[in-house]
């Protein structure tokens, strides 16, 4: 009989703003330690919190794009636990009445379909800071600049049934939060951290025990994570005996998880009301605005590529990553018109793959949207050859001259002047009589060799619809 | 009442000497004894309160007021290395 | 002199009969002489209040006086200062320094007051008689065997030997009345979110207030004019609190159309009887003043004390879990690991009775017990609110006895905390529906103060006031001081 794997995902997400949660520091990542601190985010005696605004208002949107629920009336709470990076002894979190409920994210599936996976709730609380261990004898180093930073945990309802479907939830909500802009989501910065509920079960049974997997710090880590404790959950149950709930840690370098289950105790966190906070209360009208100020997402944007550009959905896809490449695109295509497919070709194709090539982003481009307009107008206008167009853009990806003087330099200008082909054409003919004598007697597929030699004879600035045309005409003798 | 004083104790991270425990356990029997009274109001559709007010929380604009005090921030510390704060090692 | 009013100073100082200098010397050598005895400040810094006292005089020559200009207030060890150390009268913030002033200090710089030093009290203000300070009990001027009240004891006994003309205190539970009270001087707790909260070291956040504790009505209106206010730093801060002339409500002389309601669950068989007479005594001497006195009743008062050692330890439990040893205060020595670290930093710094409501917050809270606890008394708050409601239809304030006893002996209750915890019986309520209180001198009983407690609508401490001042001009209470330190009793 089979198994059936059942995961649901937590997602913390630090919201970019310009200040921490509560208190006036500055988020700059990167900073000396301890440099970004103030009393209230080091939780020192008769310090009080005050909520960022802006915190909210990116909660509310992110709410807004999950099709959420918003609470016009939300609260916070008090997590309580020791650790040395939580300054309070407690962490201010919202547990009861969280500000969003209730969303989804629809993900493709193999068969063309889509699957909607249920969003619980995002809840806002503030970032502990980090404790450091590697190369110290024992002691931990504590640096409490990330104390207090704000963040969204969203939680998912458990409705993925493979590694493959959390891989998909998550890059699409990652999408979705760059889009919004309200989060760098860097995983390598820890902007956008990951913790799996993973359980197995007997088809149509009740779930079955679950654990946590923690330390999963990039999509391919939490598939590897996932698929380890499915089957370590299956040996387990496989071999008579029961999963424990757990929170466990993945190790990404050994490939495998350890229980993080300390002797002391279990984890007791005595939640209750954060007297030190009133109620939040948004308006509808607040919630209304934000909403008019919602910018397109993603999903939105690859449905209205592929029907204003006619760009196939594979296309659409790749230029909707993020919102950069979509406006890189809408930039090209209004430089260049006339062709939107081509455009996209050219994007898709020539540059991501060479600025991937080269480790770069989007955003280092050597080449602007304008400048590679120049190029396709150059195509369009039969100045130069799609072919001899590529010689040009590796020639403007590692200098600043202009596409002309490239063109110019590089001799790739498209002769198109009958009169000047017709003089190849013939040079070509008298250079191989056998081959013409076997064309006149009917082996029409000699057509391709003699455009081939032509084209070669020329180094391809031939314009290959005229080099056809006076082909036929020359050889019909 | 019987109260696992240990219990409450380490969650709390207080450590108790046999004797404090001793001491406690009954106390905090008596006291929650007595809170039990609580039990018997009918609280029915009550509402909690948390907050005396009935007010709306405040907000904060999105401003950096804050520089770099760490030295001065640091002064409190019980031991700092480096500009960080040192304890015993932490095991996750 | 030493036992004026704060108005009396402040008018000597205006008229040019003497200074702030003079003042400020006046009480550094009564703190000289009596403090061995009473206890009441644990820190004093001589040359820091000359100091302050030379700057305010100059700053008068200059200037027009501001509202507190040259008078000296001494403040709990519970607020913060950025001079002298801040202790909270606890060994794990021994020679705590702040990096920063509460927000009332900053107010009360402001004004001008010349800030005194810091006095006793229950360690984290957690007790009703000062005994659990780490720094020593301290003592009642009108009976040195017998307890100041607390937490704010320190600042209570300071104001009644005259060793400062006022002082400030916080009030989680009853502790600026109650040490009013049986210390024989006035002190009001206004409505929650009057005063800003940041700063002052917090017990438990939902109930704790700062307000003023002096000689008589018109003081304790001085200082709160000067420290109240909305702070933006605290959500709790209420932003559109109604103003108050604060002055003005002191002016009034008689009660004619004053409704005090009398609520029969504050007027108890197991209450000292003496108490109680002195209070129905002062009711009569209302009904003098035209004041007509009717029966109400608050009937969840008698679940409040329940319901506040409930919220108020829970709250408490982990505001004080930032006591740890890592960024500020005790840390015990060679710790083995961090739980080594944590558990026996937190034992050796925290008294018993901390440890006693930290872990009886603990419990209420932890996993299986918040309902039944937590939950529960949060719903009883809400009745107890709802009581004063209902009753503030029918009366304009309520008057009750502050403290169901006068002051007890050192030591009489210290081995049994849940009877010093219905010490407090008459005050807590107050706290739970965040509402103003005054408690003011009524007279004696067994030779020792009785006080009287008003309490109003929320945000209505010109109601408390106004009845406080007519009651105070029509009596000679506050003219009392104990003669041990050099006043009349």
């Not at chain 1, 496989?238 to 495998?256: A, F, I, N, P, T």
């Not at chain 3, 945000?459 to 029509?474: F, G």
């Amino acid at each position: 009989m089979s198994w059936e794997v059942v995961i649901g995902l937590e997602v913390h997400c630090q919201i970019n703003t310009d200040t921490k949660a509560f208190c006036g520091c500055s988020t700059e990542f990167g900073a000396e330690p301890n440099t970004q601190t103030c009393p209230v985010c080091l939780g020192m005696p008769g310090q009080l919190p005050v909520l960022n605004t802006v915190a909210v208002d990116k909660t509310i949107l992110t709410g807004l794009a999950i099709n959420a629920h918003i609470n016009l009336e939300s609260k916070f709470d008090r997590k309580n636990y020791f650790y040395p990076d939580l300054p309070k002894g407690y962490q201010i979190s919202q547990f009861a009445v969280p500000l969003v409920v209730g969303g989804y994210i629809d993900i493709p599936t193999k068969d063309g379909g889509e699957k909607r996976l249920g969003i619980t709730r995002i809840h806002m609380e503030e970032d502990a800071g980090k404790s450091m261990h590697e190369g110290l004898d024992a002691v931990s180093h504590i640096d409490l600049n990330r104390s207090g930073v704000p963040l969204m945990e969203i939680v998912s309802e458990p409705d993925m049934r493979s590694a493959d479907e959390a891989i998909a939830y998550l890059k699409q909500l990652h999408q979705l939060i760059r889009f919004l802009g309200v989060s760098g989501a860097d995983m390598e910065k820890g902007q956008f951290r990951c913790d799996a509920n993973i359980s197995v079960r007997r088809p149509g049974e009740p779930f079955g025990t679950r654990t946590e997997m923690k330390n999963m710090n990039s999509f391919r880590f939490i598939k590897q994570a996932i698929e380890f404790e499915v089957l370590r959950q299956i040996e387990i149950i496989e071999d008579g005996g029961e999963v424990v709930q757990e929170s466990r840690l993945w190790d990404s370098v050994k490939c495998e998880s350890r229980s993080m289950r300390s002797k002391e105790e279990a984890h007791d966190y005595r939640y209750f009301p954060e007297p030190d906070l009133p109620p939040l209360r948004v308006s509808q009208q607040e919630v209304d605005a934000i909403k008019a100020g919602m910018p397109e997402l993603p999903g939105q944007l690859r449905k209205r590529f592929e029907t204003e550009y006619g760009l196939s959905s594979y296309d659409a896809d790749v230029l909707t990553q993020t919102l950069e490449s979509a406006a890189w695109y809408e930039s090209l295509v209004a430089a260049h018109p006339a062709d939107p497919k081509r455009c996209a070709n050219w994007m898709a194709n020539e540059l991501l793959g060479r600025l991937n090539d080269a480790g770069k982003d989007l955003s280092e481009s050597p080449v602007s949207a304008a400048r590679l307009a120049e190029l396709l107008n150059r195509i369009g206008d039969n100045t130069i050859s799609g072919k001899a167009a590529k010689d040009v853009f590796d020639a403007m990806m590692e200098s600043t001259d202009s596409v002309d003087a490239i063109i110019e330099a590089k001799g790739l200008k498209q002769v198109s002047d009958s009169g000047a082909i017709d003089a190849i054409i013939l040079e070509v003919m008298a250079a191989n009589p056998a081959q013409v004598e076997g064309y006149r007697g009917g082996k029409d597929k000699l057509m391709g060799f003699f455009v081939g030699q032509v084209m070669k004879a020329s180094r391809g600035t031939a314009n290959p619809g005229m080099v056809n045309q006076r082909l036929l005409e020359l050889l019909k003798g | 009442m019987e109260i696992d004083v240990r219990k409450v104790a380490m969650l709390s991270r207080i450590r108790l000497t046999d004797d404090e425990a001793a001491e406690l356990g009954p106390q905090l029997s008596s006291i929650l004894g007595y809170v039990e009274q609580l039990g018997k109001v009918d609280t029915d559709g009550v509402p909690p309160t948390a907050h005396p007010h009935d007010a709306a929380m405040p907000l904060r604009a999105n401003v950096v007021t804050n520089g770099n005090r760490r030295e001065e921030l640091q002064a409190p510390a019980p031991k700092t290395e480096s500009g960080l704060y040192v304890v015993p090692k932490v095991i996750e | 002199m030493p036992f004026s009013s704060l108005s009396e100073i402040q008018n000597r100082l205006s008229s040019g009969e003497t200074t702030a200098v003079e003042v400020a010397r006046l009480y550094l050598d009564r703190i000289a002489s009596f403090n061995d005895e009473l206890n009441a400040f644990v820190h004093i810094d001589p040359a820091h209040v000359l100091a302050q006292a030379q700057a305010s005089d100059k700053y008068r020559s200059e200037h027009d006086a501001r509202p507190l200009e040259g008078l000296p207030i001494a403040v709990k060890d519970i607020f913060c200062t950025q001079d002298g150390p801040t202790q909270c009268c606890s060994n794990i913030l021994k020679d705590f320094h702040a990096p920063y002033d509460a927000e009332v200090i900053t107010k009360l710089k402001e004004a001008g007051a010349v800030l005194v030093g810091k006095t006793n009290m229950d360690e984290f203000a957690m007790g009703s008689s000062t005994e659990t300070s780490a720094f020593g009990v301290c003592r009642n001027p009108w009976d040195t065997e017998r307890i100041p009240g607390g937490s704010s004891g320190g600042s209570a006994a300071a104001v009644a030997a005259a060793l400062t003309p006022a002082a400030l205190g916080t009030d989680t539970g009853g502790s600026i009345r109650q040490p009013a009270a049986v210390t024989g001087i006035t002190g009001l707790k206004p409505t929650y979110g009057r005063v800003s909260r940041r700063g002052i070291i917090a017990f438990a956040s939902s109930l704790d207030q700062a307000g003023p504790m002096t000689r008589t009505v018109k003081d304790c209106a001085m200082i709160t004019g000067a420290i109240v206010g909305h702070d933006p730093r605290d959500a709790t801060s209420v932003a559109d609190a109604p103003a108050i002339d604060w002055l003005a409500a002191c002016e009034s002389r008689d009660m004619k159309g004053l409704k005090i309601g009398k609520p029969k669950e504050y007027f108890v068989d197991g209450m000292d009887a003496e108490v109680r007479a002195s209070v129905e005594a002062a009711l009569k001497k209302c009904e003098e003043l035209g004041a007509e006195i009717i029966d109400i009743s608050l009937p969840n008062t008698e679940h409040a004390v329940a319901a506040y050692y409930v919220i108020a330890p829970s709250e408490a439990s982990a505001n004080l879990s930032r006591y740890d040893g890592v960024r500020f205060g005790h840390r015990c020595d060679n710790p083995e690991d961090l739980l080594d670290m944590y558990t026996r930093s937190r034992d050796e710094g925290f008294g018993s009775e901390v440890k006693r409501r930290i872990l009886t917050g603990a419990f209420a809270l932890s996993s299986g017990y918040y309902d039944a606890y937590y939950l529960k008394a949060q719903q009883v708050r809400t009745l107890v609110q709802q009581d004063f409601t209902a009753a503030f239809e029918q009366v304009d304030v309520i008057a009750t006895p502050t403290s169901p006893i006068t002051a007890f002996k050192l030591g009489e209750k210290t081995d049994d905390p849940l009877t010093m915890y219905l010490s407090d019986i008459f005050t807590i309520a107050v706290n739970l529906a965040g509402l103003p209180g005054l408690s003011q001198p009524c007279g004696f009983a067994n030779n020792l103060p009785v006080g009287l407690q008003w309490i109003g609508p929320a945000w209505r401490e010109d109601s408390v006031l106004s009845a406080a001042a007519a009651y105070e001009a029509a009596t000679e209470w506050t003219t009392r001081s104990p003669a041990a330190f050099g006043g009349e009793s």
